[in-house]
């Protein structure tokens, strides 16, 4: 998906991988042998232990550059299954957020294309990234989704944009269900 991730954003995702480095580097012996990291997380994990006050906050800021270099799917998924962390939610709190800011923002350029135009915005755009999302997440109905959205732009009430979030995070979790279930 073509998103704008604004600095603020990256810093808050930054922010996330820092508290899973937290995290990671307080896992024991027994849990860092099953952690799904590479050899090289392994080792800046044990470079963690032992370490006090600034040097251990600069340790863990490194791991999470290092984390920030693979794939962090499973790494929050382990987590969460070992210790029940809110890491998984959050993320997912905030990747919610961003699809729905993402799908706003064309809309409301769309929107002013029209504008522009002088013609009438409808809920029927040529959309990719909605075309993206639907492939994504299957459970989602189009419609319900660009009505919701053509309805924020056109009275720009909150309620439509807080019924977006909420569209977007049921679609986010229930992947994640189904995720968890096959795994399972």
């Not at 508290?19 to 590479?38: C, W």
């Not at 993320?91 to 009438?120: G, W």
């Amino acid at each position: 998906m073509a998103e704008l991730i604004s600095r603020s954003e990256m810093k808050r995702i930054y922010k996330q991988v820092e508290e899973l480095a937290r995290e990671v580097a307080d896992l024991s012996d027994k849990e860092l042998k099953k952690f799904p990291g590479g050899a090289v997380v392994h080792e800046e994990i044990l470079a963690t232990r032992g370490l006090k006050g600034g040097s251990r906050n600069r340790q863990i800021k490194y791991l999470a550059k290092v984390l920030r270099q693979g794939p962090l799917d499973e790494m929050y998924l382990f987590i969460s299954n070992k210790k029940g962390s809110k890491l998984q939610e959050k993320k997912q709190f905030h990747y919610a957020e961003r699809m729905r800011d993402t799908l706003i923002n064309e809309a409301m350029e769309v929107s002013q294309e029209c504008q522009s135009m002088q013609v009438p915005f409808e809920p029927t755009w040529k959309s990719d990234i909605i075309d993206e999302i639907i492939e994504n997440y299957p459970n989602l109905k189009e419609k319900e989704l660009r009505s919701v959205i053509h309805q924020y732009i056109t009275t720009h009430n909150k309620f439509h944009y807080r019924e977006l979030f909420r569209i977007m995070k049921a679609a986010v979790d229930q992947k994640d269900r189904l995720q968890k279930g096959s795994q399972g």
